[in-house]
């Protein structure tokens, strides 16, 4: 047992068994959950999932009992919380607030049921009845789906204004909501378009609003065995448009306030309107006297402001590690203001904001059967490293990062938070950039590794890493192979990046050094380097 409360949480590390299923279909999905009932827990894209695990204590350790203190939660999402009430937690267990792992005794370990993998549950598709999105859908996704900008700017734009790019590769839209957090991105423009969530469990399949599936901070009413599996978002009719803007500390952290405004109109009339506001109550919050405030007439200075006025009394803020209840309602003033004029303008402007570029969807490659590893047992994994075929045999508790650093002794990639917050631990997982620390090894069974090591060919540094080096875009290095995975990946999505551009790609990479100049120089110099040996 520990003598400090401290010492076994916070290592950062996933020291917890549990055992691992990944079945091959959502019907495989739902047995596995039905077979272990409150002892499993899904795992999506695992970025809220794997930093509770890692944040909750160990069974057995003397913190074990869930204070509020222990639940698991993310430290970003303490403020979730937002409610008022001090056992608020914006923890995983989506539903049913469920023990973590870690809470879990070792001899009856949970069983994490990894869907990451399912087919048939990404992507972005519109038909007669609306545009549907798959839950397993990246938040990334979203955020580069021109239909997503062009008909529902507001989830286009809170996806875009996620935490970190390699977090919003990983994360996934039924992950947001499954999670239950009142400071959740999407959830507030979701529930502006009225959007319905789709579950299959062991009853069947159901369909209901998401915003019946909110209950409070870090709790759904999604039930146990169910897996949130589709989301539909009605069509919009004409002259309706949308906006929402994120105040955060930094560009890569959860919301202090968030809002979403939907505004339809009618000539020079708004003839309805839906506001949602995040992290300023248990869960999401409808400001129904400021959406009364703006319906019926033009739209004017006045009204925008009495809308952002009336919404500032009608949240039930708190005081938290993000920001005081007293900012927060300033911050939702000003935000509602704002984001009810963008979108009444919106209306009227041919041209509504367009940054999509319909980029790929994660490959999934599918599995071919379920497999099933004991918390105590190996399983046997192959792993492509910068070319080269390894087989290996891993724990279900071992982490990418782990693996490539301890057992293949690649440790260009860096073990910095461990929690998915500084982007030392980037590599790429079949072509996309993934945090080491929060990928389970076991998961990327078969996946196409890319780390530092890879680069530099012969001895040959690539242009990007001459670059750096010309530029001084390092001092001690930590963070420099991450930063280089990621600015290889942007130069390969945006040939010609902007400053503003490579600052909000590299938003989840960490430098404690440089002060960034020097890296966006950098990445400028290998992009034009690149422009001028293609002319
Ligand atoms: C550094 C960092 C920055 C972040 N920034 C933001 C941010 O800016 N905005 C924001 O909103 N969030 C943010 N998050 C939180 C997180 O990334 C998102 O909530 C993400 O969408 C979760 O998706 P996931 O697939 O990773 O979920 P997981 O971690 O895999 O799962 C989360 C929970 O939902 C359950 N679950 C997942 N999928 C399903 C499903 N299909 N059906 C039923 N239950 C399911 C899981 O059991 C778990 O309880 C951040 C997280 C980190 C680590
Ligand atoms: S993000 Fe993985 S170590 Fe920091
Ligand atoms: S160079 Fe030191 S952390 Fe970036």
Redesign the pocket.
Known sequence: MCEHENQMRNTHLLTQRFKYVRPASVEEAVAALAARGENA???????????DMKLSSPAGSASSSRTPESQGR?P?DEHASASGSSSASGS????RTAELPGQHPVDDPMTIVD?SRLPGLCGIEERRDGVHIG??TS?RTLARSELLWTKYTALAEAAA????TQ?AI???????I??G?P????VPALLVFEAAATLVGPEGERTVSVGDLLEGPGKTR?RPG????SIRLPLPTAGTSSAFLKLSRVR????KVNVAVRIAREGDSVTSTRIEIGSVGPTIVRARNAENTIVGDALTEEIALNAGRAASEEITPIDDVRSTEAYRRKATFALVHDSVVSAWQRTTEEARPSRGSNGAERSVSPVGEQTEVDANEKAAISLTVNGVLHELEVLPNELLLNVLRERLELTGSKYGCG???CGACTVWLNGEPVLGC?VLAVSADGGDVRTIEGEAQDGQLTALQQAFIDENAFQCGYCTPGMLMMSKKLLEEIDDPTEDEIRDYLK?NHCRCTGYASIVRAIHRTAEATKESSR
Not at 92 to 95: D, F, G, W, Y
Not at 161 to 164: H, K, V
Not at 170 to 176: E, F, L, V
Not at 252 to 255: F, I, K, P
């Open positions: 827990c899904i795992l999506a894209g695992g970025t809220n999932l794997l930093v993310h970003k995983s267990s989506a539903s869907i839950a397993l938040i204004a996620f935490g970190s977090v990983m994360g996934t839209i039924g992950g947001n499954a999670n957090s400071a959740s991105d999407t999604i169910e897996i949130l599996t890569a952290d959860l919301a929690i998915g917050e929060l989840g």
